[in-house]
């Protein structure tokens, strides 16, 4: 409150309470999408799985309660902090045959 740096020791018990509201909203954004899916894809995901990509993917057991939500196998990617920059650098130095792959979202 003063400005002065405080150290503090904060229990792995409150740091997952405090990320239980955002673990929520992820579950339910996932199961959104899980819904929207069409068939085709959703054959893949059911074979293959959910696999966690970027920092979020880091989180301690965020795949074990995807997988509990969902129902579905759940893994972490390979180097989660850098393949989705690195996989979005393949797809733009091979556009023509990845196009299929691609999605935009028209406004």
């Known amino acids: 409150m003063n400005g002065v740096p405080k150290e503090l020791i904060i229990s792995q018990r409150q740091i997952a309470e405090s990320l239980a509201e955002p673990v929520g909203q992820i579950i339910e954004a996932v199961k959104t999408a899980l819904e929207q899916t069409p068939p085709e894809l959703a054959a ?36 989660p902090l850098s393949c989705v920059a690195l996989g979005t650098g393949r797809v733009l130095e091979d556009r ?12």
Do not use: F, W
């Open 44 to 79: 893949d995901i059911v074979d293959k799985g959910i696999v966690l990509t970027g920092g979020g993917a880091l989180l301690g057991n965020l795949d074990n309660v995807l997988r509990h939500a969902t129902g579905l196998p759940v893994s972490i990617g390979d180097e």
């Open 96 to 107: 023509k045959t990845l196009k299929n792959v691609l999605y935009s979202q028209s406004d």
